[in-house]
Nanobody, 121 residues
Framework: HVQLVESGGGSVQAGGSLRLSCVASGYTYSRPCMGWFRQAPGKEREWVTAIYTGAGTTYYADSVKGRFTISQDNSKSTVYLQMDNLKPEDSAKYYC??????????????WGQGTQVTVSS
């Protein structure tokens, strides 16, 4: 079965950087869609970024565009989220998601356990 394991969260000051990792296993489609979501206390989970791992095409929410970068290492079945110029409003639990198909139909996604990111002002 599909498993996603995130790591790399932590606490930083505003303006700092963090890199999250998500190691995927058990998926059957060779080039799945993967992405990152986040959820802050009292708020709904929101989409942050996605990558079509076949073509390498990436998409970003407006709130993180220019500051966050999603990338992949196919040899390690890993997706990364480089987060630069972090802001307090980026504080949330970040979840890795994988759709075992080429499109990003998130209602069919598998989810990791999440990793906490806290940004202090």
């Amino acid at each position: 079965h599909v498993q996603l394991v995130e790591s790399g969260g932590g606490s930083v000051q505003a303006g700092g950087s963090l890199r999250l990792s998500c190691v995927a296993s058990g998926y059957t489609y060779s080039r799945p869609c993967m992405g990152w979501f986040r959820q802050a206390p009292g708020k709904e989970r929101e989409w942050v970024t996605a990558i079509y791992t076949g073509a390498g095409t990436t998409y970003y929410a407006d709130s993180v565009k220019g500051r966050f970068t999603i990338s992949q290492d196919n040899s390690k079945s890993t997706v990364y989220l480089q987060m630069d110029n972090l802001k307090p409003e980026d504080s949330a639990k970040y979840y890795c998601a994988l759709v075992n198909y080429e499109n990003c139909a998130w209602d069919s996604a598998y989810w990791g356990q999440g990793t906490q990111v806290t940004v202090s002002s």
